[in-house]
């Protein structure tokens, strides 16, 4: 039935989505439980933990997040690019799952063992006291394991197995509901044990479940091992753009925390970050309509590129509506369940939640740079991003606080984005 409604609402040319309907709606399902998990993690930790502490616990869980991206070097999405392109091929299809297999192994490897060198630096760097090394010694071992998690969802993105992806994801929310249930009933004010929660403990049972399959897939076809190296290569080198893009993207989130921590005070990083978590409850729906759009629209031509568009526009309506929901919804949360301590927040979420309601809209609109392998434009706009967000973190931070921070973070995400929308205009202009 939702199917048809579908097919009604936005024409018979978009038959190709609402045929994936069902699939669509258990990968949203999927990745909205797991959002909402990190979501609630990070909420309870607000409450239950002093604010200095929830900021401590906020940059060593985003250091968590980058490690992972910065190890995963955009493999996982240049491995579904490369994929797509040897469609007619399968046997090279296998070995680009491989090829990127080994190389995300090795980058895991690297990290686990240079990981006490790794946080003890980072704990220089901030001038944290050297009780909080465990802490970031924990998020350095899990966004290393993290890097193993990405690429089995990758994995399951690129064969298109959507309802394995979607019931993986679901584990790993449940995981972490258990985990979060026991911390939030035995070890409420330990950042020790929210984070072990949110990443290390469930992504570690994860990967023991799967060893099996990466253990096989590493192993097996030695005899093409030339061509996976060559493979390999052709995978780093589409997913250079994308690594720079993610390292930065993520640097963003990473480095308003680190910079606003060394111009003001963990108790003002504790207010961005509850402030900033709130808001990005909305970002809920949006992640798993781009698990699922990403290996879809990377094989658009131009004219499933513009139908694609019409959709957007018909969209729009609902989009505004739902996002205003989630906006009052969310402050609700943050104004009676945070409690008093958190009241200069409010003013950072209300900037965060409608600078990413704008921004995740305008994303959709941006998402065929991809399509016509322009990655590089992504990673020159997160580039650009991170020095101004940094740049006004550090003037705005000293000065304001929290709420300069959230300043920063906001406009400098609309405006990247904007431009973005403008190149993507630019070349459906000139291919027309």
Do not use: C
């Not at 108790?267 to 699922?292: D, Q, R």
Request: aromatic fraction near 16%; glycine fraction near 6%.
């Amino acid at each position: 039935m939702l199917r048809h409604i579908l097919v009604k609402f936005v024409g018979e040319e978009f038959k190709v989505i609402a045929f994936h309907i069902k699939s669509i709606s258990f990968l949203t399902i999927a990745y909205a439980l797991s959002s909402l998990m990190g979501f609630l993690i990070n909420l309870l930790a607000a409450k239950k933990l002093e604010v200095s502490t929830f900021g401590l616990f906020s940059i060593a869980y985003t250091t968590t997040t980058w490690i992972a991206v910065i190890g995963n070097f955009g493999v996982g999405a240049g491995m579904i690019r490369i994929y797509n392109k040897y469609g007619h091929d399968e046997i090279k299809q296998k070995l680009v799952l491989k090829a990127s297999l080994f190389y995300v192994v090795l980058a895991t490897l690297i990290i686990i063992l240079t990981s006490s060198i790794l946080s003890s630096f980072l704990l220089q760097i901030l001038h944290i006291e050297r009780e909080a090394k465990f802490l970031f010694l924990l998020s350095f071992l899990s966004g290393a394991l993290f890097i193993l998690w990405i690429y089995l969802q990758n994995y399951h993105q690129a064969i298109k197995k959507f309802k394995i992806l979607s019931l993986l994801v679901l584990a790993y929310s449940i995981l972490r509901a258990i985990f979060l249930l026991l911390v939030y009933l035995y070890y409420p004010k330990s950042s020790t044990a929210w984070l072990l929660a949110s990443y290390l403990l469930p992504i570690s049972i994860l990967i023991l479940l799967f060893s099996h399959s990466f253990f096989y897939l590493l192993t097996h076809d030695f005899k093409s091992i030339r061509e996976t190296i060559d493979l390999l290569k052709e995978v780093i080198n589409y997913s250079k753009w994308i690594a720079l893009s993610s390292i930065a993207g993520s640097g963003i989130l990473y480095f308003s925390r680190v910079i606003l921590a060394k111009v003001s005070t963990l108790e003002e990083v504790g207010i961005f970050s509850a402030g900033l978590n709130l808001a990005m409850g909305l970002t809920v729906i949006y992640t798993g309509l781009y698990s699922f759009l990403y290996p879809t629209i990377t094989s658009f031509t131009k004219e499933q590129i513009s139908k694609y568009f019409k959709l957007l526009v018909k969209t729009l309506p609902l989009y505004l509506l739902a996002s205003l929901l989630g906006i009052l919804l969310l402050g609700g949360v943050l104004w009676f369940y945070l409690g008093e301590r958190y009241v200069p927040a409010i003013p950072v979420f209300l900037i965060s939640s409608f600078s990413i309601g704008i921004t995740m809209f305008l994303g959709l609109i941006s998402m065929p740079l991809h399509t016509f392998m322009l990655a590089k434009v992504f990673a020159y706009v997160n580039i650009g991003r991170v020095f101004l967000v940094g740049l006004l973190t550090y003037l705005l931070g000293r000065y304001f606080g929290a709420l300069g921070g959230a300043l920063a973070y906001g406009s400098v995400m609309i405006l990247g984005e904007i431009f973005m929308v403008y190149v993507v205009y630019n070349i459906m202009k000139k291919r027309s």
